[in-house]
């Protein structure tokens, strides 16, 4: 089974690109895993299989990120580009 995740980077202001990742989205992956990331990586790839330190497993051909005003979690897992490093955004009640 998946553990589906999006990736939120804010593209303007109120504007976030949301970036699929298929699986592995739970936080003990995905947070090292995306520490060898940047946000603008991640948007390149616009949409991604799974997230490795080693290497973006990206969908070909991809699907564009959808945008929204606010970083919203619609998968399992969200995180976000902050302070200079990739946070958990994840809703409390949808942590396990």
Same mark, same amino acid.
């Given at each position: 089974?998946?553990?589906?995740?999006?990736? $939120?980077?804010?593209?303007?202001? @109120?504007?976030? %690109?949301?970036?699929?990742?298929?699986?592995?989205?739970?936080?003990?992956?995905? *947070?090292?895993?995306?520490?060898?990331?940047?946000?603008?990586?991640?948007?390149?790839?616009?949409?991604?299989?799974?997230?490795?330190?080693? $290497?973006?497993?990206?969908?070909? @051909?991809?699907? %564009?990120?959808?945008?929204?005003?606010?970083?919203?979690?619609?998968?399992?897992? *969200?995180?976000?580009?902050?302070?200079?490093?990739?946070?958990?955004?994840?809703?409390?009640?949808?942590?396990?």
């Amino acid at each position: 089974m998946s553990t589906r995740a999006q990736i $939120a980077i804010q593209t303007g202001p @109120p504007e976030w %690109a949301h970036i699929y990742v298929h699986y592995d989205g739970y936080p003990s992956h995905m *947070l090292p895993a995306l520490a060898h990331w940047t946000p603008e990586d991640i948007l390149a790839a616009q949409e991604i299989r799974q997230v490795k330190p080693d $290497a973006l497993d990206c969908f070909d @051909p991809p699907r %564009a990120p959808g945008s929204l005003d606010r970083p919203t979690c619609e998968m399992s897992h *969200l995180y976000v580009w902050q302070g200079g490093t990739w946070v958990d955004l994840t809703p409390q009640d949808r942590r396990s």
